[in-house]
């Protein structure tokens, strides 16, 4: 069973940055893909993005593009989502979950999440 914590969440400014931090369990970690997905009050959870088994290759939402990336370090079963240039519009809770094939959009087809971590942008 996989067991997933985020943490690196918190307040800033608009134009600011975070590094979110998932902290994976297991010593198959890099046998998944990872993603993550955000959910703002009321809306749907958003796919964010997604990088393969040995973080070669990656898969953006548009919006994201350019100003978020996504990275992993497998020898400490864990993932990071760098975000730059951060806009009030990606104020939301933000999760990190094993992926069941690489830039699988849908959070209906992840089994493995963690509790997520806040993210508020203001302007």
């Known amino acids: 069973q996989v067991q997933l914590v985020e943490s690196g969440g918190g307040l800033v400014q608009a134009g600011g940055s975070l590094r979110l931090t998932c902290a994976a369990s297991?010593?198959?970690?890099?046998?998944?893909?990872m993603g993550w997905f955000r959910q703002a009050p009321g809306k749907d959870r958003e796919f964010v993005g997604e990088?393969?088994?040995?973080?070669?290759?990656?898969c953006y939402l548009d919006s994201v593009k350019g100003r978020f990336t996504i990275s992993r370090d497998n020898a400490k079963n864990t993932v990071y989502l760098q975000m730059n240039s951060l806009k009030p519009e990606d104020t939301a809770v933000y999760y990190c979950?094993?992926?069941?094939?690489?830039?699988?959009?849908?959070?209906?087809?992840?089994?493995?999440w963690g509790k997520g971590t806040q993210v508020t942008v203001s302007s």
């Open positions: 979950a094993a992926a069941p094939y690489h830039c699988a959009t849908n959070f209906r087809e992840y089994v493995y």
């Open positions: 297991g010593r198959t970690f890099s046998s998944y893909p």
């Open positions: 990088t393969t088994r040995s973080g070669d290759k990656t």
